[in-house]
């Protein structure tokens, strides 16, 4: 790999690395979707504690869980289209020769290219098979939920169990975005396949892209003021 693709890689890595870690930090003191979506979650589960009928609250979940299986499932065809498109180079190179931007590739580079692409999505394959297991593990923990007539004897441990709950349903739903910011940066890594140059500018794009959804988006706004309403 020469020297300026390998240092457009771990660009790519160190900002994606680092904003991980960073926005973990800010989402404890700063109004972020993940610490809205955690309040809801949280008066989700104490509205469901007052209710006889949980079948919505089933249904919910089970909606949830299905837009993980759906990314995991599709996920593996990416891999296997990568795995394909490995043993495709020559094709492959000649199809970017007529691109009038693409940079020289070699069939080692491009080599490469396919192996970090492959890498990244089988990464986020691992975190949205470990979101579905851990929204299974919340339908077991809503389905041993406290009766409404426990819950209502007992307001303390009702709460004690809504907060685990929440948070429960708040880590799975972590996982599943760590798989989808694998999307981004996998789709970003196409630019890579054109010019080296495209794709430290989509790298750094989608990371501007990720902090603007989540802690200044239109959305975050709207459910962080109805939240402060409710409250």
Not at 34 to 50: G, H, T
Not at 82 to 108: C, F, I, K, R, W
Not at 177 to 196: C, D, E, Q
Request: a positive charge; proline letters at 1%.
């Amino acid at each position: 790999m020469h020297g300026l693709d390998a240092l457009a890689l771990g660009w790519m890595l160190l900002i994606w690395v680092g904003y991980t870690l960073i926005a973990n930090y800010l989402a404890r003191s700063h109004t972020c979707l993940a610490s809205v979506l955690f309040l809801y979650r949280k008066q989700w589960m104490l509205s469901m504690l007052r209710r006889d009928n949980r079948i919505a609250d089933a249904s919910c979940l089970d909606q949830l869980r299905s837009s993980v299986s759906f990314f995991a499932s599709t996920t593996i065809l990416i891999i296997a289209g990568l795995a394909t498109g490995m043993a495709a180079s020559e094709q492959g190179l000649v199809v970017l020769s007529y691109l009038p931007l693409a940079d020289t590739n070699t069939h080692e580079v491009w080599e490469y290219k396919i192996l970090a692409m492959t890498a990244i999505f089988i990464y986020g394959f691992f975190e949205f098979s470990w979101s579905l297991r851990l929204y299974n593990y919340c339908a077991v923990l809503i389905g041993s939920a406290p009766l409404i007539r426990q819950a209502h004897e007992n307001k303390a441990s009702a709460n004690a169990f809504s907060e685990t709950a929440a948070r429960s349903l708040s880590t799975a739903a972590k996982h599943f975005n760590y798989g989808l910011r694998a999307y981004y940066f996998g789709l970003a890594t196409l630019a890579w396949f054109v010019s080296v140059w495209w794709f430290l500018l989509m790298a750094t794009g989608v990371v501007l892209l990720l902090y603007l959804r989540e802690f200044h988006s239109r959305v975050l706004k709207t459910l962080a003021y109805s939240s402060m309403e409710e409250s």
